[in-house]
Structure formats: structure tokens, C-alpha cells
């Protein structure tokens, strides 16, 4: 079992919907996750942290299942400018380990 | 805001060279790594870094080498560049557990 992985998508949402994803780990003592944010052909950046059961962020809802060991990210109110891939990421040791991605295209 | 600078956005460099790529950090971080990101793989950690001098291979360390001789300066240095060694390498410093990382902007290589 890879030790995060991600629903590849694509999702393709229009304007204004909601749109939800999960990613699993294999770690059950992980403690602290992270969802980036990365734009075609640039570096990945830092979307949001979930240190407990979630956290929210505006548009940007995060969850985690422990039990289950799965974290989702929620996004409502889609915008264009939310189109990009979103890595989900898990402490390992002292590095991260990152899962491939799920791309989102939000059309007009 | 944490800056972490690579010297080069782009590079193309022919199979057999040594190819340094070269990494700065702003924020006396001690941990540093080198990924490099391909399509359909993901991210994949190449070296690490966690102090001066210090250096621990990750997961595809093979035909690369690192060098840490400054806490703000972290170098990968494809020893004899092959094509399969094109891809994105992107650099990445963070404070400590628990905390994202920052990457820089990336290196695009292509090794003809």
C-alpha cells in the first residue's frame, strides 16, 4: 500500500459548485497534514494544515478520519482561479511524503 | 515570508555532464530537500538534509549527490546527467515537525 494516496480525478465542476476529495495514508501515527495547492508548471504551495479532527478556511473545509485514516478536502463556491491540482501530504520520519495529486477544473 | 530561491527556472545540459542545481533558504531552517516531480509519479525525495554537513539519501537517490557546506545552501549535483534525469527538481526547506514545507520555484532540466 502506497503510503498516501490521492483520487487522480480529473473533477471537472462548474462555477459555484462544491467539490470534494479524499486522500488515504497507510501512517496511523501521523499526527499533523497538510493539503498544497500547485498550479500548472509551478511549485507547490502550502493550502491549509489539519493538526486535529479539521480545519476551515474560508471556501476550504479539511477534515481528518482518523479512525479510517483518510483526510478530505472540501471546497464550495468553486472559482476559476480554484483550478489546480491538490497534493495531500503526510509527515514521515522528518520529511513529507506527498500523494501524486487530484486535478480540479472549475469551468465557467 | 520564508524565500527559497533555485538559480536556474530552466536548464537544458547534454547525457554526460555534471550538472549542478543550486538552493537557497532565507530563514536559518535546518532541514532542506531535493524532490524531483514527474508526471504520474508525483513527487519523489531524492536527498535530505537536516544539518550542515549532514546529508541522508531518500527514496531515488541514485546517480545524484548532494552537498551542505552552508545552513542557507543546499546543492544537487547530478554526477553524469542522463535523459532519464530530465524532470522538474524542486527544492524545499521547513523548520521542523509538524510544519509544511516551502519549496522554491523549480528547475525544469532536460538533459539531451
Known sequence: ?108 | DVKVTQSSRYLVKRTGEKVFLECVQDMDHENMFWYRQDPGLGLRLIYFSYDVKMKEKGDIPEGYSVSREKKERFSLILESASTNQTSMYLCASYPGFNYGYTFGSGTRLTVV
Not at chain 1, 14 to 34: H, M
Not at chain 1, 54 to 71: K, M
Not at chain 1, 79 to 104: I, M
Open chain 1, 1 to 108: 500500500r502506497k503510503e498516501v494516496e490521492q483520487d487522480p480525478g480529473p473533477f471537472n465542476v462548474p462555477e459555484g459548485a462544491t467539490v470534494a476529495f479524499n486522500c488515504t495514508y497507510s501512517n496511523s501515527a501521523s499526527q499533523s497534514f497538510f493539503w498544497y495547492r500547485q498550479d500548472c508548471r509551478k511549485e507547490p504551495k502550502l493550502l491549509m494544515s489539519v493538526y486535529s479532527s479539521g480545519n476551515e478556511d474560508g471556501r476550504f473545509t479539511a477534515q481528518l478520519n482518523r479512525a479510517s485514516q483518510y483526510i478530505s478536502l472540501l471546497i464550495r463556491d468553486s472559482k476559476l482561479s480554484d483550478s489546480a491540482t491538490y497534493l495531500c501530504v503526510v509527515p514521515r520520519d522528518y520529511k513529507l511524503s506527498f500523494g501524486a495529486g487530484t486535478t480540479v477544473t472549475v469551468r465557467a
